[in-house]
């Protein structure tokens, strides 16, 4: 049986000390081992940035790709072998800036993908400039008079670009986000886990403090997750005095992987490709 300490490599994590990145790899690794799964049956799929580096010392299969180009990256790995559970993790530059587009495509299909975005509200890596999520004022290298655009709001977008679990976790909250990638894991279809994950070294409004004086469980507050206007409302409330965190919106729905007849029944790396006549494939398309 797989312990914590088992997912790790031997290499050690190069993100500064108390930053909340570690808070996320131990929910994380915690939910592969709460989820009983087999390390090998895992990818983590990464674009770039301080959380993409997450599978370098994750032991775990991983693929780390361009920045903001992971979730291209991720289908592929997903749709080659549907045994396999695939976890997206990035930042929300990766994600939300760079791999918008991907992220809104990703979701319209429901593929069975779990993605991690580890939200810091700045661009980490790259010293801390302006990221998407940024709030309103806030002053960086990049915007040394303050944002003037208003932050893009990842949940509203899921919501209504086809997500089907859509949930905000706090990075540090270890058993509630624990419990919100195992459920994101565990559904069938696109779930988004987006993280509130205090950068220390460069965001200094976005704390673990500034989070803990505000956050709130849906689950404490008669939320109907079942309901898309209700999540809608829940996912555009103001950060001024709270900060809604849990499960926003969850439906069943059928997969893109469902309605493609050739991989519903076997993994496509599991068929025998050798009785397949390429020219009658051809033929299909033409
Ligand atoms: Fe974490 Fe920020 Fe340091 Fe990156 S720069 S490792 S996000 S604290």
Known sequence: MTEL??????????????????GVWTALRQAIVDLKLDPKN????????????????TKTYGF?????????????????????????????????????????????????????????????LTQGQTSPTSLKGYKSKSTPFGVIEEPA???????????????????????????LIEEGMSHKGFALIDVLQPCITFNKINTFQYFRDRCYKLEDSAHDFSDKCAALTRASEKWDEKIPTGLFYRREKPTYEDGEDVIRDKALVKQE??????NRVYKRFM
């Open 5 to 22: 300490k088992d997912l790790n490599t031997c290499v050690n994590s190069n993100w500064c000390p108390g930053c909340g990145n570690f």
């Open 42 to 57: 895992v990818v983590l799929a990464s674009g770039i940035g301080c959380s993409s580096q997450i599978n370098q010392w």
């Open 64 to 124: 780390q790709s361009l920045h903001g180009r992971v979730l291209p990256a991720a289908t592929g790995i997903r749709l080659a072998n549907t045994d396999l559970k695939v976890v997206v993790v990035g930042g929300d530059g990766d994600g939300y800036g760079i791999g918008m587009g991907h992220f809104i495509h990703a979701m319209r299909r429901n593929l069975d993908l779990t993605y991690i975005v580890t939200d810091n509200q700045v661009y980490g």
């Open 153 to 179: 709001n990842p949940l509203e977008l899921a919501i209504s670009a086809g997500a089907t679990y859509i949930a905000r976790g706090f990075a540090g909250d270890l058993p509630h986000l624990t419990k």
């Open 273 to 278: 490709l050798g009785n397949i006549s390429i």
